[in-house]
């Protein structure tokens, strides 16, 4: 049997295929990482970096690098709810602190960590279809940007390449946990803006917008409606985001003094998971998972996705593990720590009222350091939902408000 050209091929280089690649090549793999875009450049996202996603940076040897390109550091969740205001620290100990960095630089710095890792790194690259022998995928094809067509060969190809990824199109994955799309997202970027290290969070009724401070002296502020208002609203969608911060005067007056640098970006997400792996592929990030951007996980996903691919690769290649059984694991681990975010995202993200209990709950909690702190840690990624909303944690922080 001819030796195939690499090991693995990852499709799509950010925030899920970069630290795929990275970690791969680091064991020894040989991998190419393509991507159709050229970097630095832009993509439409969520920005932030949970504290567990600047821990998985750490662990990369690459968190001094983001903190050094500049990006203020968040170390305080604050959510408006309007009676009160729930705010605490998202983090712990070893992970204090969250980041909402622009994904040119990001990006950038991902994709150079992998083409030091000894990853082959082929920008402006375009996939036109996966090779099969019989059901096994083995490779693709493709061209450059100067129209030059290349066939390459792999034992995996990986799809990196987010929730339109060409990987899963072409393999078709069971999907399941499905959810209708739950809210159009809108965001900019305003001078001015200074959040002093906080993300704000600001809810009220079917409206609800967000804000932290980015790069380059820079806040995004992010902000949507159910997604059954989409088509009435997309064409003056701008309008419309600017309409949010008429519901929280206080705001309203901060971003008034501002200005808005470039237009108002927008996007809609679905919500669901694909089977991330079948004969000969896999598939990371939001290409195998994804969900409303309301809490901000997407990120973080990729990155601990990342790690969970590429230790059950490991575990094939070492001969430990079939790489049905090691695929197998990944799923379910991946799928474990994931559900109940997913659900509490989707919770959110309907703009349903919190039933009675809820909002006793968030009325106990406020007040209650230690149970705000646990409360913006869920939002965080932190503390698991299935943790913070067991019955007898939340039978803790009644009886810590009773007393």
């Known amino acids: 049997m001819t030796r195939p050209d690499h090991d693995v091929i990852v499709v799509g280089a950010r925030c899920a295929g970069a630290p795929t690649a990275m970690l791969l090549a680091r064991e020894g793999y040989r991998v190419l990482l393509v991507d159709r875009a050229t970097f630095p450049s832009d993509t439409i996202s969520t920005h932030v970096l ?36 729930i705010e605490g620290a998202p983090g712990t100990a070893d992970a204090p ?61 990986v ?19 499905q959810r209708p ?16 290290g906080r993300f704000e ?10 804000a932290a401070e980015t790069h380059d002296g820079l806040t995004m502020v992010v902000g949507g409606w159910p997604f059954a208002e989409f088509e009435a609203n997309r064409r003056d969608h701008e309008a419309h985001y600017l309409a949010l911060f008429d519901h929280v005067p206080a705001f309203r007056d901060r971003i008034r003094r501002a200005t808005r640098v ?28 994804v969900k409303d951007p309301i809490t901000a996980q997407g990120i973080l996903d990729a990155f601990l996705d990342a790690e969970l691919l590429a230790e059950g690769l490991a575990a094939f290649r070492s001969g430990a593990h079939t790489f049905d059984v090691a695929m197998a694991r990944y799923q379910a681990t991946r799928d474990a720590r994931a559900l109940p975010m997913y659900d509490f995202t989707c919770q959110v993200a309907s703009f349903a009222p919190p039933p009675p209990e809820q909002q006793a709950l968030l009325a106990a909690v406020h007040g209650n350091q230690p149970a705000m702190d646990d409360f913006c840690r869920v939002n965080a990624g932190t503390l698991s939902p299935a943790v913070f909303f067991d019955p007898a944690n939340v039978v803790r922080i009644f009886a810590a408000r009773a007393g």
């Open 201 to 210: 969070t600001y809810a009220r009724g079917v409206r609800g917008f967000a």
């Open 262 to 289: 470039g237009p108002v970006y927008g996007a809609v997400s679905p919500n669901a998971f694909r089977k991330p792996y079948g004969p000969g592929w896999a598939l990371v990030g939001d290409a195998g998972y």
């Open 50 to 85: 949970h504290p567990m996603a600047m821990a998985a940076l750490a662990r990369w040897g690459l968190r001094e690098r983001l903190v050094a390109t500049g990006c203020p550091p968040i170390h305080t969740y604050a959510f408006d709810f309007g009676p009160f205001t």
């Open 159 to 177: 799809g990196a390449d987010g929730r339109s990824s060409v990987v899963a199109r072409a393999v078709a994955p069971e999907a399941y946990h």
């Open 97 to 157: 602190v969250a980041y909402c960095p622009r994904r040119t630089v990001l990006d950038a710095l991902l994709v150079e960590a992998a083409r030091e890792a000894g990853a082959e790194v082929r920008e402006g690259f375009v996939v036109d279809e996966l090779l099969r022998d019989g059901d096994r995928v083995t490779g693709l094809r493709g061209h450059t940007k100067d129209g030059a067509a290349v066939t390459i060969t792999a034992h995996v190809v």
């Open 181 to 196: 799309q739950l809210v159009a997202a809108y965001y900019a970027y305003w001078r001015d803006l200074p959040m002093h």
